[in-house]
Structure formats: C-alpha cells, structure tokens
C-alpha cells in the first residue's frame, strides 16, 4: 500500500483536548442535564439490613402520596425483567441470579429493594420512606474468611457454598523449588475494600415508545454496546430496538463498566408505563450500591537462590466478592486477576496461584482500575524487597537480575499470558537515573541520623492491555469483547466524521481517536469530528475498559481511514488524470507528488464521490467512507517502574511524599499531554489506595464510610509533583504500536509507597503488609514493635 500521507504528523503530538472547552464552560451533557417533557423520577427502596427475608412489602402510603405515578417491588418487576445471570465458562464458577430488585431476600445493605416513580424528585423520595417493608433478619456474612468456613449461613440457596468461584494456575512443581530454595520469603497481604468515586453519580434516563416499541436508555455508563445487548435478553426485547447513549461521563474507573439493578429496572419501569423515567443516584447510594473492589488476602511466598534467583512462586488469595456476581465479568475478574498477574515483569520457573472468590453481606465486587494488578504487584512487589534485605541485595539489583529480558519475548507467563515485548529494565534503569539513586540513599543516611524515618520504594509491573479475542477481559466471561469498529465518513463538504463504539469517560479520546483518523487520512485535526457512545449510530462495539480504546478503537480507525485513503487517492487519480501512486495528501489536499499546484481538494473528491458514477472511475461505488473492525486477538504489555522517596512523621505518623517519578511504556504514544493526564489521575487513586480510601463494614454488615468524611479520597494536597518520563517501544503486535495505558498509575503506586514506608521503618523492623497504610496502622505497628519511644526521639 502506498504512503501517500505527508506531513504534519499528528500522532505524538501534545494537542489540546478538543472535549476540554465544551466541558469547562458547562456545556457537556450528562445524565442530569436531560429531562424530556412528561418526564417522571425515581427513587429506590434500599435495605437497611445486610442479610434478611422479605417479609412483606406495604406500598399503599406511598402509592396514596400525590403525584406518585407507581411503586414497583420485587415480584411486581420479576414480570417486567429477567434477573441478571452473570455466566462463565470457567470451571469452579458457580452462576448466581442477581435480580433488578430484591426477590425473597436481601444480601447487602443498600440492595434495591422497589422503586417508586412520581412527577418529581421529592415526591418519589417523600414516598419511598412511607413503604413498609417487613424483615425478618437473617445472621450476617461479614468477611470472606467466615462465609468461607463450613457452616457458614449460605447467602445463595442455589449455590452449594459462599464460594462462588476458585481457580488455579500452575506451572511446575513449586513445592519441590520452594524446598529447595536457599532463601524463602513468605508474608500475608491484606488489600482493603475499595470503591470508585467518581465526578458524576450513576444515574439513568429512559424512555420507551409504546407506538415504535423503542426503548432509548441513557445511563452514565462505560459500556454502552454491552448494556443494550443484555438489556435486549433481559426485556425480551430486539436489539434493534433498543438504544443505549453515554455521550458525556462524569468518570467511571472500571466501576461504570457493568450493568447495575438501577438500569434494568429504570427500563423495564419506563417500558410498562410508555412514560420517561430517570434516576440520578446521590453520593450516598453510590458508596451503598456501586460495585467495589480489592478486599483481598493474599498468603504469598517467593523462594531464591543466594544469588538472588528466583525459583519458584506459591500463592493462594481469599476475596471478598460482595453479595452477587456482576454482569458481565463475573466473580472471578478481581480474585483470578491477581493470581493471574502475580508473577509480575519477572522469570519465575515454578509457580502456583490459588484464588477464591467468596460471597458476603457486602455491595458487589466489581472492576476498578487496574483490576486484580494493584494486589498482585502490592504482593509481588514487597516479596521482592523483603527478598533484597534477606540477601543483602539491593532491591533495584535484584529486580534487574530477574526481569524478563529481550531475548525472551514473546515471553508466556506461568498463567498463560503472552507478553510481546516490554521495557522492565530501561524503565527500571531511568527510573533510577530520574530519582537520582545513589544521591537518594544518601539523603536518606543523613536523614536518619537525625533521627527521621525516610524511605524509598520502587515497583515495577507489566498489564495486558487491548486485550483481542484470544482471550476474555475476565477469566471464563461468554461475551465477546475482543473487537471494536470504527466507521469513517469523508461528508461532501470535506469533512471528516468518525463514529466509534467506544465511550469516552474523561479519558479524552475525542482528541486522541481524531489524531489518528487525520493523520492516517491525511487531514488536519479540526477537519475530524469524533462521535462516540452511542449504540444507534456507531458500528458494533462494547465500551471502554480494560485498557483498550487506544488499541483496538485506534487500530478500527487506522484500518477504516486507510480504507477512505486508497478510496479519495483513486478519485483524485481520476480527475487529475494521474496515478495514484503518484499522489501525495496532506492537510486536506491531494497533489500530485513534486507539483503542488496540480491537485483537489477533499471537498472536490468528496463531491465526485457523491455525484454518482459519472465522475468516478469505471466500476467504483458512489460515497466516500468505510467501517472496519480490528481485533489484536492477544492484546499487548504495557510496563512501567514507579520510584518513590517518602518521610513519615514521627509525631503524626503520616506519610509525606517528597519525590515521586514514574516511567512508564505504553508503546507509540498518540498525544504525549493525554498520557501525562492519565498517569497523574492514575497515581493520585494509587496514592488514595495506598494511604486513605478504605471501605469499611461492622460484623452486622452495616457500611461504615457513607459518607466522604468517613470515606476519605486524596485532596490536591495530598498529591505531589510527579516526575513523569516515556519509553517508546512500539508494539510488535498492535495495528500503529499503540499499547494501553489507562491504568498503570493506579498499579504500581500502592506497591511503591508501601516499599518506600517499609524502607523508613526498616530500622524499626515494620513490615508494611496491609494497605491502606493510615497513621493509626502506622502507629500500632511501631508501637508493637516497641522499638523506639513514639512520644520522643529515637
């Protein structure tokens, strides 16, 4: 194929966002800002216990209470909508009902239990505090250990047990490395529950046509094509009939990646009273109901010879899945994520991860960014730090002499993923040079013998990113998410409009996809208008998770431009009466290579291309534009090395990050002032999860941080000025060397600030082995350990 594109190149370049002027002067359009005339609100019934059968449901108050147009339980929706069945190929995976509200039973608090509509936002909250729902409490599943233990109330009278999913990966005899390992290191992690907090609440719109039997949804949602194509199984609805629009997203995380009750029953309400319904969730029903994440304890022990190499790597994890199984990743995508990653950027021969996943009287587990990755490398992470000390070794050196190297890719990993190729050790190696090492430790001697507890911590990690249809996102998961399309459309004016399935929550890819569809086409960047997440006018796609809209959105539009490319060169060709081959384009234009002068604009090719065949070439089709689908079929490795230099303050006991540097390859780089957006977002969450966010249930299932003064996330000051350096390493496998990079701030930062801590009380002989890392963890590990006065000097 020729490259008839020139100059200027637009990928790599550091452009604006183009989303940013609509969204910062008020003009973006989210869940909240739509209400269709006739429009009527919900509101959701929510149960005060954990655990507990439903009795009987008293709806006559509210239904009394006027402008109240319905009040919908349980069995009154079992009519409307099939519960949720989230499935699984995977073997030790048992499929649990999730129904839109509470049938029989409730299994957390904050499950939906009815929903009332009325004409306004007050009158269906007002109602829903008069229905009567009669419990009868049942005991309480409040840790993954005790539903896990025989005896254990059963949460799923289908199920045979709390154990909802278990997994194993094994490569070798790991038992036999282990024994014979010069140096074992073995520790018990503990990662805290953890949830999405996110800009925009969930919420949704529907609206159904009795006369079309149309159902249009519009929810704040990171996975439109996914939702309708349940809601159409659900409803008993074809797909063509159903709509479903996320055009602006107030942040999702991976939490607004699946489908919640609020939506089904949202759709099913609206359906049966032919009237627009919508429900805009408060802060507090998002920490009661929005899925959660982590909440894992992992027993992890590494073996190594004297020399520093490893040999073999045993695991097993315990997680807490939350009351239900979420559509469509299931139980199993944060448990088997972790002993999936475990092993990390590095060779370990023998290896053996064990997962459960276990049901409690929690709000479900569900993704969050980095899913499974931020655990697995917390874990790997400190066993290799741990490992350093018992050798005498420094931590840096001993990563190094374990990493994958060059001549190993394509490396298979104990658990079966392919990485193509990575940059462990030149990330690493910058990493260093960026902190300045050698001066760090230096600092940090002097430091202590003024008696201050510094420290510095490194993490390194590699995720699989752009995942194709090798592989599901999550382990075992029936629904295919291997693809996405796009379709481009050069309009008669010339310009260019490209329609993706993806659906952009911040990550900017209105710019990002535009950069790629106008240098792959040849035109400038305000010529491309991106439209994306929404299911009626895209080609077939799922959304955006998972790190992949860069991928596999990015590689649709290289492939479709390319496409509206050969096809606008053969129409120029025509009409200058010259061989396309000969053509260049550039900036809108097409020219004839050497002679600027002699060419067409876009706009004259496009009005060839629909006048009919009379001004095209013999046997070409009218109109110019192409979809195209893209599969990378096994996806592709991001990697990165976080250092961190940090003090905790004897007095507080609080954690001050003083440097903060990361090095990260996400392959070809699309726009340079984006990836440095993600990664900064990226790592002020990893800080949070490192340092301050903590879900947290009593013994009677009751959610204890329901508000954010209770559920504390990180402010501006409490993140520092980060260091952020590329690698670009292109990817062998990826259409444009495109690799993800959404979530990598999110994965190493727990990890490295947890080394960093561990190293500043290593005098103390503290062990950081639970995140997150509060000053009152702090203050009672070091009381503990008794080694120094806490009120005084050293």
């Known amino acids: 194929m020729t490259d008839a594109t020139a100059t200027p190149k637009l990928i790599?370049?550091?452009?604006?966002?183009?989303?940013?002027?609509?969204?910062?002067?008020?003009?973006?359009?989210?869940?909240?800002?739509?209400?269709?005339?006739g429009c009527l609100d919900a509101a959701f019934v929510r149960s005060p216990h954990a655990h507990a059968r439903i009795v009987a449901i008293d709806v006559s108050a509210a239904r009394a209470l006027p402008g109240v147009v319905a009040v919908v339980t349980g069995e009154d929706m079992a009519a409307m909508a099939k519960p949720v069945r989230a499935a699984s190929k995977m073997a030790g995976y048992r499929v649990t009902s999730f129904p839109p509200l509470a049938l029989g039973k409730v299994r957390y608090v904050g499950e939906a239990v009815a929903v009332v509509v009325a004409d306004t936002r007050y009158a269906a909250e007002d109602a829903a505090e008069l229905v009567r729902v009669e419990y009868e409490a049942l005991p309480a599943v409040p840790t993954a250990e005790s539903a896990a233990s025989p005896g254990s109330p059963r949460l799923h009278e289908e199920a045979d047990g709390n154990v909802l999913v278990a997994r194993e990966f094994a490569r070798g005899d790991v038992d036999a490395a282990l024994e014979a390992a010069d140096v074992v290191v073995r520790r018990r992690f503990r990662f805290r529950r953890h949830t999405a907090v996110c800009m925009e609440t969930r919420g949704c719109l529907a609206e159904y046509s009795r006369v079309t039997g149309f159902l249009s949804l519009r929810s704040s949602t990171q996975c439109p094509g996914l939702v309708r194509d349940v809601l159409a199984d659900l409803l008993d609805l074809p797909e063509h009939k159903i709509r479903v629009i996320a055009s602006d997203v107030g942040g999702g995380y991976g939490a607004k990646a699946s489908l919640y009750p609020e939506e089904i029953s949202v759709a099913a309400v609206a359906r049966d009273l032919g009237r627009a319904v919508r429900w805009i969730g408060d802060r507090r029903e998002d920490l009661l109901a929005t899925s959660q994440a982590w909440d894992e304890i992992i027993?992890?022990?590494?073996?190594?010879?004297?020399?520093?190499?490893?040999?073999?790597?045993?695991?097993?994890?315990?997680?807490?899945?939350?009351?239900?199984?979420?559509?469509?990743?299931?139980?199993?995508?944060?448990?088997?994520?972790?002993?999936?990653?475990?092993?990390?950027?590095?060779?370990?021969?023998?290896?053996?991860?064990?997962?459960?996943?276990?049901?409690?009287?929690?709000?479900?587990?569900?993704?969050?960014?980095?899913?499974?990755?931020?655990?697995?490398?917390?874990?790997?992470?400190?066993?290799?730090?741990?490992?350093?000390?018992?050798?005498?070794?420094?931590?840096?050196?001993?990563?190094?002499?374990?990493?994958?190297?060059?001549?190993?890719?394509?490396?298979?990993?104990?658990?079966?993923?392919?990485?193509?190729?990575?940059?462990?050790?030149?990330?690493?190696?910058?990493?260093?040079?960026?902190?300045?090492?050698?001066?760090?430790?230096?600092?940090?001697?002097?430091?202590?013998?003024?008696?201050?507890?510094?420290?510095?911590?490194?993490?390194?990690?590699?995720?699989?990113?752009?995942?194709?249809?090798?592989?599901?996102?999550?382990?075992?998961?029936?629904?295919?998410?291997?693809?996405?399309?796009?379709?481009?459309?050069?309009?008669?004016?010339?310009?260019?409009?490209?329609?993706?399935?993806?659906?952009?929550?911040?990550?900017?890819?209105?710019?990002?996809?535009?950069?790629?569809?106008?240098e792959n086409l040849g035109v400038p960047l305000d010529s491309v208008q991106v439209v994306h997440g929404d299911t009626a006018l895209s080609p077939y796609g799922t959304g955006t998770y998972a790190s992949r809209s860069a991928v596999l959105a990015g590689g649709a539009a290289i492939l479709a431009a390319r496409a509206v490319r050969d096809k606008t060169l053969a129409i120029a060709a025509h009409l200058l009466e010259a061989a396309p081959q000969d053509l260049v384009m550039s900036e809108g234009r097409v020219a004839v290579r050497g002679l600027p002068e002699r060419g067409v604009s876009l706009r004259d090719v496009a009005k060839a291309a629909y006048s009919g065949v009379r001004r095209l070439p013999k046997g070409m089709e009218p109109g110019l534009e192409a979809t195209r689908f893209y599969d990378p079929y096994y996806g592709t490795a991001s990697s990165a090395t976080h250092a961190v230099m940090l003090e905790v303050d004897r007095g507080t006991f609080d954690v001050r990050l003083l440097r903060y540097v990361v090095v990260e390859d996400c392959g070809r780089m699309i726009n340079p002032l984006i990836v440095d957006g993600q990664?900064?977002?990226?790592?002020?969450?990893?800080?949070?999860?490192?340092?301050?966010?903590?879900?947290?249930?009593?013994?009677?299932?009751?959610?204890?941080?329901?508000?954010?003064?209770?559920?504390?996330?990180?402010?501006?000051?409490?993140?520092?000025?980060?260091?952020?350096?590329?690698?670009?390493?292109?990817?062998?496998?990826?259409?444009?060397?495109?690799?993800?990079?959404?979530?990598?701030?999110?994965?190493?930062?727990?990890?490295?600030?947890?080394?960093?801590?561990?190293?500043?009380?290593?005098?103390?002989?503290?062990?950081?082995?639970?995140?997150?890392?509060?000053?009152?963890?702090?203050?009672?590990?070091?009381?503990?350990?008794?080694?120094?006065?806490?009120?005084?000097?050293?």
């Open 299 to 518: 027993d992890a022990e590494l073996g190594l010879r004297r020399d520093g190499t490893i040999v073999g790597l045993r695991a097993d994890v315990l997680a807490d899945v939350g009351a239900y199984s979420i559509y469509p990743w299931t139980a199993g995508i944060e448990p088997v994520q972790t002993i999936s990653f475990l092993p990390g950027p590095y060779r370990v021969p023998e290896y053996r991860g064990r997962a459960r996943g276990v049901a409690t009287c929690k709000a479900p587990m569900g993704p969050y960014r980095g899913v499974g990755r931020p655990p697995a490398v917390f874990a790997i992470e400190r066993l290799m730090d741990q490992a350093a000390r018992e050798l005498d070794l420094d931590p840096t050196a001993l990563r190094e002499c374990n990493f994958i190297r060059g001549d190993d890719f394509p490396y298979k990993s104990p658990s079966g993923i392919v990485w193509d190729r990575s940059s462990f050790t030149e990330t690493l190696g910058r990493a260093r040079e960026a902190l300045g090492y050698e001066r760090a430790r230096q600092e940090q001697a002097r430091a202590r013998a003024e008696g201050r507890w510094v420290g510095i911590g490194f993490a390194s990690y590699v995720e699989l990113t752009g995942i194709g249809s090798a592989i599901p996102v999550s382990p075992g998961m029936p629904v295919a998410t291997g693809t996405e399309a796009a379709t481009i459309r050069v309009d008669p004016s010339g310009t260019v409009t490209a329609v993706f399935g993806i659906a952009s929550h911040g990550q900017g890819l209105e710019t990002s996809l535009a950069q790629v569809v106008g």
């Open 12 to 37: 790599g370049a550091r452009v604006r966002r183009v989303e940013d002027a609509r969204l910062l002067t008020g003009e973006g359009r989210y869940v909240a800002d739509v209400r269709p005339p």
């Open 679 to 794: 990664v900064h977002g990226g790592v002020a969450q990893g800080i949070g999860a490192a340092l301050l966010e903590e879900i947290v249930y009593d013994e009677g299932g009751q959610l204890l941080t329901g508000t954010l003064m209770d559920y504390l996330v990180p402010t501006a000051s409490e993140i520092p000025h980060m260091e952020v350096h590329h690698l670009e390493t292109p990817s062998p496998t990826a259409l444009g060397g495109f690799r993800g990079m959404g979530e990598g701030g999110t994965i190493g930062a727990p990890a490295a600030i947890a080394n960093a801590v561990t190293d500043a009380l290593v005098p103390l002989s503290v062990e950081i082995d639970e995140l997150p890392i509060t000053p009152e963890r702090i203050y009672r590990l070091v009381k503990q350990a008794g080694a120094v006065d806490i009120t005084g000097g050293p």
